[in-house]
């Protein structure tokens, strides 16, 4: 059997070709993305591409994870069902995504780059106040101590 891979758009848009002695998965997700940016691949590849969705338990703990690191605002639903899929079917994530590496790492799935170098660490975003400067580990509509507006973070520590 040849080696699953989840490819999210990102990974598309870098590639010329789909790797060859693989089995190549997709979400109904990806392909309305490449359709609304008008890119030829999804009709190009179409016969190669196994178009298929993510378990609401998988899509779950993507959520969950995504939160942990502070990515949840960062992943759009297309991204969590990318991260999902390949966690169901444990095939390698494709992504040039940083905020789709850091919660597939967070969750030690897999994954490759396609087009950019790869993070090295899971990185966990903050939000600082751009008022007082007090820092929060959740996002946050506004500063709970003066109301300004928030800002992400890299935190200095996992």
């Known amino acids: 059997m040849a080696n699953r891979i989840v490819l999210d758009t990102s990974a598309l848009f870098s590639m010329e070709q789909l790797p060859v002695d693989v089995e190549a998965f997709v979400t109904p997700g990806v392909l309305k993305e490449l359709e609304r940016y008008k890119d030829r691949r999804a009709s190009l590849w179409g016969d190669l591409l196994h178009v298929s969705e993510a378990s609401k338990a998988s899509l779950a703990k993507v959520r969950k ?40 790492s967070h969750l030690q799935m897999p994954f490759r780059p396609v087009g950019i170098k790869a993070i090295k660490e899971v990185r966990k975003w903050r939000w600082r106040c751009t008022g007082c400067g007090k820092v929060f580990d959740n996002e946050m509509p506004e500063c709970q101590v003066c109301g300004s507006k928030l800002k992400s973070t890299l935190s200095r520590k996992n």
């Open 65 to 104: 994870a995504a939160t942990e690191t502070g990515d949840s605002t960062r992943i759009s639903p297309t991204d969590a069902e990318v991260i999902a899929l390949a966690l169901d079917l444990e095939a390698e994530l494709l992504t040039d995504d940083y905020s789709v590496q850091n919660v597939a």
